[in-house]
């Protein structure tokens, strides 16, 4: 099965384009695409990844993604595999325009390739309106908006705000982001009773009115180099919470990414993708 090693920021997938899967290959796909999701992203059996991105034709967009974490669960959508999914479909000449519509679970998103010279520089990403409201992260208790909200973890409390891009966040902000131990919070908030879905947990730094720092707990794949849906959330709480304006850049381990909320309430990221390797996968 062919495959394409891709990341943006350092999170990384396995991109496979269905079409260029043979008749014989897809018979040879007895497994579930959870158990192969975890063989091809293991880091020490399988290729390594933090997830396994699925090309498909659509409906109702010009193409759709599929993504399954490391762990064989699904996630709604995830905004560096979007970016690279972009770039990989320009590059392949799948389609000759610069914005495309990208079918995801948490609804059609509009990836924009920044083009220089005749290189993709950057995609620029639609992610639509945040969610705010606490049943469309979702999240259990009265209604109405998470905001600066006490949660207690493991006898401890921690101030946290909610939001969804497609899928959930949990942004709690930090004095200093590599003080957090990440390993040990990420799981007991992820599966915290209060996210009937579990959720995406955000610790973040704010270095000024336009900047802040992040570490990310990914649900479904644990901590990560980047996460783009992260990212946007964490712009949105940082301004709900008065902390930054609405437009912020994010550092990752990796680099930035920027991100835009804009007045017609819609998130706007922009930030790299990069083809790694390409190869062959035994079904």
């Known amino acids: ?29 007895t ?15 399988g290729i390594g990844a933090d997830g396994l991105v699925l090309l498909r034709p659509s409906q109702k967009a010009d193409i759709a993604m599929q993504i399954i974490n490391s762990d064989g ?11 690279c999914v972009a770039k990989y ?31 993709v520089a950057a995609v620029r990403v639609d992610m639509g309106v945040p969610r705010l409201e606490r049943e469309q992260i979702p999240m259990t208790g009265p209604a109405g ?25 949990c942004i709690i902000f930090v004095p200093d982001v590599h003080a957090v131990p990440l390993e040990n919070l990420g799981p007991v908030l992820e ?8 959720t995406n947990v955000e610790f973040v ?44 850049r994010v550092y990752l381990h990796a680099g930035p990414l920027d991100i835009e909320w804009a007045g017609d309430d819609r998130v706007y990221m922009t930030g790299p993708a990069q083809e790694v390797f390409t190869g062959n996968y035994p079904v």
């Open 73 to 83: 669960s699904e996630a709604e959508m995830c905004g560096n595999a979007i970016r």
């Open 1 to 29: 099965m062919k495959f394409t090693k891709v990341q943006g920021l350092g999170n990384d997938f396995v991109l496979v384009n269905m079409k260029e899967v043979s008749r014989e290959e897809e018979k040879n796909l």
């Open 205 to 248: 730094q704010v270095l000024n009115d336009h900047e802040v720092r992040m570490r990310v707990w990914e649900r479904g794949a644990g901590p990560t180099l980047a996460c783009g849906t992260g990212a946007c959330a964490t712009a949105v709480a940082a301004a709900l919470n008065g902390l930054t304006g609405r437009k912020v």
């Open 191 to 198: 599966t915290h009773n209060l996210f009937p879905r579990k």
């Open 31 to 45: 497994e579930s695409l959870a158990e192969l999701a975890i063989k091809i992203c293991d880091r020490h059996f």
């Open 89 to 119: 479909a320009y590059e392949r000449g799948l389609f000759d325009k610069t914005t495309l519509q990208v079918e995801t679970a948490a609804g059609i998103m509009v990836p924009e390739l920044i083009i220089e010279g005749s290189a």
């Open 145 to 169: 908006r998470v905001v600066n909200e006490p949660l207690e973890a493991e006898g401890k409390v921690y101030h946290i705000t909610t939001v969804s891009m497609g899928n959930p966040h």
